[in-house]
């Protein structure tokens, strides 16, 4: 019930494509969803995040779709850039200050 | 210049040493997290901290110490309890505003090699 399920593990798309990461959770007790963007040998850095009472949340060519009855939530990139190439993560909180990750989605862009 | 940093950023153990990661934040954070991770896998949870002088268990504690004697510091010691301590080491913080979103920021990595 603890687990976030993420898909797919890797992702190819060409340049100004759209990139689509799926996550899942079974505890309907989470109420706290980031999404974080990691480059190889770096440390993840927050993306954007979104709590349940929206359905979706924008920041530039980034998007969140949220279905809480579903229990699903979707990172959406718009115009994909080959510097977008890296790997990405979901995760979510229940309220507490532990997030549980996601297994992560490498994209690359290509050219 | 905030952020958080860890040292070193390489780091290789003989079989049966301990070694000790640092972490540094001078971000006026409360809380602090210690992560592994493994290639191709999510970030599993060590140990974290949400005041001075107290930490709690994560996931994955068994052969890892911690200590958080100032709350800007957050060393992680590997033990040799730990079998498999290859991996990428990821410390974090973030602010206890109440609730759950109070983003985690993370740092650079360690990343330890057992030779």
């Known amino acids: 019930q603890q687990q976030v399920k993420q898909s797919p593990q890797s992702l190819i798309v060409q340049k100004g494509g759209i990139s689509i990461i799926n996550c899942a959770y079974e505890?309907?007790?989470?109420?706290?969803f980031p999404w974080y963007q990691q480059f190889p040998g770096k440390g993840p850095a927050l993306l954007i995040a979104?709590?349940?009472?929206?359905s979706e949340k924008k920041e530039g060519r980034f998007t969140i779709s949220f279905n809480k009855s579903a229990k699903q939530f979707s990172l959406h990139i718009m115009d994909s850039q080959p510097g977008d190439s890296a790997t990405y993560f979901c995760a979510a909180s229940k309220s507490s200050y532990k997030l549980i990750f996601g297994s992560g989605t490498r994209l690359l862009v290509r050219p | 210049d905030g952020g958080i940093t860890q040292s070193p950023k390489y780091l290789f153990r003989k079989e049966g040493q301990n070694v000790t990661l640092s972490c540094e934040q001078n971000?006026?954070?409360?809380?602090m997290y210690w992560y592994r991770q493994d290639p191709g896998q999510g970030l599993r949870l060590i140990y974290y901290?949400?005041?001075?002088?107290?930490?709690q268990k994560g996931d994955i504690a068994e052969g890892y110490s911690v200590s958080r004697e100032k709350k800007e510091s957050f060393p992680l010691t590997v033990t040799s309890a730990q079998k498999n301590p290859t991996a990428f080491y990821l410390c974090?913080?973030?602010?206890?505003?109440?609730?759950?979103?109070?983003?985690?920021?993370f740092g650079p990595g360690t990343r330890l090699t057992v030779l």
């Open positions: 979104i709590r349940p009472d929206v």
């Open positions: 974090a913080s973030s602010i206890l505003g109440g609730g759950s979103t109070d983003t985690q920021y």
């Open positions: 971000l006026n954070h409360d809380a």
């Open positions: 901290s949400q005041i001075v002088n107290d930490f």
């Open positions: 505890n309907t007790a989470f109420d706290y």
